[in-house]
């Protein structure tokens, strides 16, 4: 039985009522696979959440984002949802949900889930229904298109995961959309019916006390209607690993029409004081992601890529990515994030091994200064590496069909380490789904609980500082002109400024600013002071 309308919120405490407590926010990932079993499968589970919701408040965050808890085949772990609105049994049931976010809402953690609204599993009954016939109600409740005369699919769109994305259907005599698995038929969401049966969805879940939600993909929700052919990519530059790299998507996605239905998810969330990011990812996201959060009847904010997946970390990324996001009128509000469930960790991407420790430091310093949200993924307070797993410990359909040239999602993916001793580091009594990563056993949350040196220490001061810090949380960003590889910024809000300074170098910097007499130290990592920084530090100062 569904709670009444917003019961669960209303018993929250009076900082979750707040109408802007998303802005500047810091908010855990959680990958429910991943982060605690507790019924001995192997698989993380809502129980395992709500066991830990009391170690995730301590953090400071405002709230916890969580990876699909949907009824599911798991053919892409959870985006291939075949219930919108039920809990898959590996994960518990709705009862389980119900007391994650009354636990949650208890600690005054919000409580994200994501929807995923541009494709389903096919094992969704609305899509059983559409492909059994041409006509019926939901005939055109996804993207179906007749071969062309030689029998070829529709237009030359390629998939993420490799091949066309186009798969034929003998029942239907006609070939289905599908931009990621053939497993994950698009839905058609220029159909107004899909649109209103999305929305009733989402609601469900904010009548259950959610928070807010994290739009899955969002720009590949609707695609040309004249299906017409991607151009090709010239750039000889670009990177082509797979046949969706040699094509620009500008027709099997990014439609225009769908700001308009973004519009219509706003106006339900606003009903329930409910947040709201988009993912964008692609060539044209930047552009993409100021559109969706344009004026004030849009989304809320956007998850930039920038991040996640560069390969080297410069000033210049830095100060071109936040000048992109100026604090100006009609501007949205950027999120941000260095690691998830779909990018290799941050910390293995941007540094060798010796320099791990240092650079977790430095990186988490460097994350909690920018202007935006901030996302934080789970075990990167405790500066865990990316996994190296073989072949056959692969479980990402990704990574199995193009290994060994990309390595996939498993490595960030790998059980989280709670007791370094226990077996499994204490993730699960049974053989986890994915291996404990190599060391992280050692970086366990009971190994760094009492250590006031550990990345865990780091992490909780480092938030608590924002959290108290009004130029921090939601101030201007003003880059200071430095050499490289020096990054300065300052956060500016009101009457209050911060100095924000890191050497991403291997050598120790000397940098004096012309104003330097007027700032104080108010913490640092690796060891930096006014005005010296070794390598790979960072320091936070206030104005005297």
């Not at 919108?84 to 518990?92: L, Q, V």
């Not at 027709?251 to 990011?277: K, M, P």
């Not at 990324?317 to 100006?328: I, N, R």
């Amino acid at each position: 039985m569904n709670p009444p309308r917003n019961a669960l919120a209303s018993a929250r405490p009076g900082n979750l009522a707040e109408a802007d407590w998303w802005r500047g926010a810091v908010i855990y990932q959680v990958y429910p696979r991943s982060f605690a079993d507790t019924n001995g499968d192997g698989v993380g589970d809502l129980a395992g959440i709500t066991g830990h919701l009391d170690y995730i408040a301590s953090l400071g965050v405002d709230g916890v984002w969580l990876s699909p808890v949907f009824r599911s085949p798991m053919k892409d772990f959870g985006y291939d949802v075949s219930d919108y609105i039920d809990i898959d049994p590996i994960f518990g049931d709705l009862a389980d949900f119900d007391r994650l976010v009354e636990r949650a809402h208890g600690l005054g953690l919000r409580v994200i889930i994501d929807q995923v609204y541009s494709h389903s599993s096919d094992q969704h009954p609305w899509f059983q229904e559409s492909r059994a016939a041409r006509t019926g109600p939901k005939a055109d409740w996804y993207v179906w298109a007749d071969a062309k005369p030689d029998g070829t699919p529709p237009s030359n769109w390629q998939s993420v995961f490799g091949g066309p994305a186009w798969t034929w259907d003998a029942r239907r005599g006609q070939y289905y959309l599908h931009n990621f698995l053939p497993s994950q038929p698009d839905l058609n969401l220029h159909n107004p019916e899909v649109q209103a049966a999305h929305l009733a969805c989402a609601r469900f879940w904010l009548e259950r006390g959610v928070d807010g939600f994290r739009l899955d993909a969002i720009n590949f929700s609707m695609h040309d209607p004249a299906l017409t052919d991607n151009p090709p990519v010239t750039d000889p530059a670009v990177r082509k690993l797979r046949p969706h790299d040699y094509q620009r998507h500008i027709h099997n996605q990014s439609h225009a029409d769908i700001i308009g239905f973004l519009e219509r998810v706003r106006a339900l969330t606003d009903e329930y004081g409910a947040f709201t990011v988009a993912e964008v990812g692609g060539d044209n996201a930047l552009e993409e992601m100021h559109a969706f959060t344009a004026g004030e009847a849009r989304l809320n904010t956007a998850y930039g890529f920038e991040f996640l997946y560069a390969e080297s970390f410069t000033a210049d990324l830095v100060t071109e990515t936040m000048m992109a996001w100026p604090d100006a009128l009609g501007v949205g509000w950027p999120s941000w994030a260095f690691s998830n469930h779909d990018s290799s960790r941050a910390v293995s991407r941007w540094a060798p091994p010796p320099e791990r420790a240092r650079r977790a430091g430095l990186d988490m310093l460097l994350l909690l200064s920018l202007r935006g949200n901030i996302f934080l993924y789970q075990g990167e307070e405790l500066g865990l590496p990316q996994s190296e797993l073989t072949f056959e410990q692969l479980r990402d359909p990704e990574a199995i069909a193009n290994w060994p040239v990309t390595r996939g999602r498993d490595g960030a993916r790998t059980p989280m380490p709670w007791r370094a001793d226990a077996a499994h580091a204490g993730f699960s009594e049974a053989e986890p789904w994915l291996p404990v990563g190599g060391g992280h056993a050692d970086l366990a949350v009971d190994r760094q609980l009492g250590d006031p040196a550990s990345q865990l220490a780091l992490t909780r001061r480092l938030i608590a500082l924002r959290q108290a810090n009004p130029a921090l949380r939601l101030g201007s960003l003003v880059p200071r002109r430095a050499p490289a590889p020096l990054l300065a910024f300052e956060r500016v809000h009101g009457g209050e400024r911060a100095l924000c300074l890191f050497n991403l170098g291997e050598e120790t910097l000397h940098w004096r600013p012309e104003d330097a007499a007027s700032w104080r130290p108010t913490d640092s990592v690796n060891g930096a002071q006014l005005w010296t920084l070794p390598p790979l530090s960072g320091l936070i100062a206030s104005t005297i």
